[in-house]
């Protein structure tokens, strides 16, 4: 019995983790939009729907505000590096128009070979 138990326990381990960091692989990802999987795509009009989030809290799940306060934290990160990623983006364009004289001949040579 304490074997059964052992791998029992060992699962439900496993379990716990794949609920509590699964985000570990995706907060990396690029968000996208599913248009088939929006909610005003999927649902008739006047029809009921609920937030999985507000479900469990008026049940008692006790993590709500963690989650917003980490959804806030996730959101702001994400604004600085967008805004980091624009000014790169600003300065890429800024050079590649300082040297378009000097990368003629270059893109010539490029376009020649198919590229």
Known sequence: MGEASSGSLDMIVDAINQVLYWTL???????????????????????????????????????????????AKRKAEGKEFYEAKKAKMALREKAEQECAGELAKVNEVLEAAGY
């Open 25 to 71: 692989d995706y907060d990396k990802q690029k968000r996208v939009v599913v248009p088939a999987a929006l909610r005003v795509m999927r649902l008739k009009p006047g029809r009921k729907f609920t937030v999985v989030g507000e479900l469990a809290n008026s049940v008692g799940w006790k993590h709500k505000e963690l989650l917003g306060r980490l959804e």
